[in-house]
Each structure stands twice: as structure tokens, then as C-alpha cells.
T-cell receptor, first 115, second 112 residues
Framework: DTGVSQDPRHKITKRGQNVTFRCDPI?????LYWYRQTLGQGPEFLTYFNYEAQPDKSGLPSDRFSAERPEGSISTLTIQRTEQRDSAMYRC?????????????FGPGTRLTVT | LAKTTQPISMDSYEGQEVNITCSHNNIATNDYITWYQQFPSQGPRFIIQ???TKVTNEVASLFIPADRKSSTLSLPRVSLSDTAVYYC?????????????FGTGTLLAVQP
């Protein structure tokens, strides 16, 4: 257990439905990251937060994806109008912050299946 | 953006030293290089990070040549429990690029 929790652990939804995932980072961590990972591939960086600010959204696959971290702690990732290609493991990570890519602590992930 | 390339898999025996190389020809000036380990059904776990030359911690060493276009993770005396996928990660958060690029990973299989 890294101290980062995600909810739910599994989500099965029908195409066209909206889904929201939650990430609860380590409390003293300023940065929070969202990734998507498919079988046999490395994590794909989606976006990150520095406290409540979201400096870069360009990694989000489409405008159907959005993320929030309104109070600089818990974050949510929402996918609207889900498509089958959205099926993947969605992981969040948190870190203290600093230059470069500092040590990230990953949560267990939310596995999304779109039918 | 830096694209990373790693061998798909490697085999080793217990007690041997394992070196896994990652190529990142387009690495940017401010990018750091980080290596993660991932077991099945778990999230990646930090191993080591560096910017240039050599970094060593209690579990691994990281060698980065002067041109920084590649990096090598060295695991001394591997054991069966080191069987996992190893990823290199190149990027810079909070700086110029704000991107993190994971490689496709190297599956290390350690045999008795």
C-alpha cells in the first residue's frame, strides 16, 4: 500500500455513459498525476496538478476527458460519452513536487471496461 | 517529445547483475530520467532517478552518458522477486515541457 487510494477499483459501463474516478493522494503531496495504461504498455501520461492548478491538459485524449482537483487534495477524472477504446486501467499518482519528474507513488488503479 | 525505447524482455539467473538500457534520443535539456518497477496488478514503484552521470541507491545504479541519449539501469545480484516489468520514464514536470513519457517496458524474468 503506497498511501494513494483510488475508487472504484473496477468499473463496467455501457458505451455512451459518463464515468468518474476518484483519487485520494498522500496528504502532504502537492502534485497529482493521472495516467492510462493498457495491457502490455507503459502508463500514458494524461495530465497533472500542482496543488489545485492544472498546468497542462494536452495529454488528455479528447475533450471527453476532464480532471479536477478543486481543493488541492482529492482529484477526479471524468470521461463523458464513453467509448470502447476508453477501456483501460486508469492510475493516479502523487508526489511531493520538485524539478524534473520526482518520485511518484502510484495508486492501485481503476479498471474501466466499456461494453 | 522524448520517445523511449527498451528491450521487450530479458532473462537472468539469481545472483547475476542485470543491466537494462533505455534509448531516449530526443531527450530535452531539462528532462530527468527515472526508472520504475511494476508487478502484475500493481502500480509502478520508483527505483531510481538521475539527470546525468551515475546515481546509486540501496537497490540499483543508474548510468547516464554525457549525451544523455540513453540510460542504463543496473540491478546487482537479482533474485526471483525481481521478476517484473521495468520502465524508464523521461520528462520534466514543472519545467519547460510538462510531459512524462514512459517506455514500453522490459520484462525481466529471473530464474533460479
Amino acid at each position: 500500500d503506497t498511501g494513494v487510494s483510488q475508487d472504484p477499483r473496477h468499473k463496467i459501463t455501457k458505451r455512451g455513459q459518463n464515468v468518474t474516478f476518484r483519487c485520494d493522494p498522500i496528504s502532504e503531496h502537492n502534485r497529482l498525476y493521472w495516467y492510462r495504461q493498457t495491457l502490455g504498455q507503459g502508463p500514458e501520461f494524461l495530465t497533472y496538478f500542482n496543488y489545485e492548478a492544472q498546468p497542462d491538459k494536452s495529454g488528455l485524449p479528447s475533450d471527453r476527458f476532464s480532471a479536477e482537483r478543486p481543493e488541492g487534495s482529492i482529484s477526479t477524472l471524468t470521461i463523458q460519452r464513453t467509448e470502447q477504446r476508453d477501456s483501460a486501467m486508469y492510475r493516479c499518482a502523487s508526489s511531493l513536487g520538485g524539478t524534473g519528474g520526482d518520485e511518484q507513488y502510484f495508486g492501485p488503479g481503476t479498471r474501466l471496461t466499456v461494453t | 517529445l522524448a520517445k523511449t525505447t527498451q528491450p521487450i524482455s530479458m532473462d537472468s539467473y539469481e545472483g547475476q547483475e542485470v543491466n537494462i538500457t533505455c534509448s531516449h534520443n530526443n531527450i530535452a535539456t531539462n528532462d530527468y530520467i527515472t526508472w520504475y518497477q511494476q508487478f502484475p496488478s500493481q502500480g509502478p514503484r520508483f527505483i531510481i532517478q538521475g539527470y546525468k552521470t551515475k546515481v546509486t541507491n540501496e537497490v540499483a545504479s543508474l548510468f547516464i552518458p554525457a549525451d544523455r541519449k540513453s540510460s542504463t539501469l543496473s540491478l546487482p545480484r537479482v533474485s526471483l522477486s525481481d521478476t517484473a516489468v521495468y520502465y524508464c520514464l523521461v520528462g520534466d514536470i514543472g519545467g519547460a515541457t510538462n510531459k512524462l513519457i514512459f517506455g514500453t517496458g522490459t520484462l525481466l524474468a529471473v530464474q533460479p
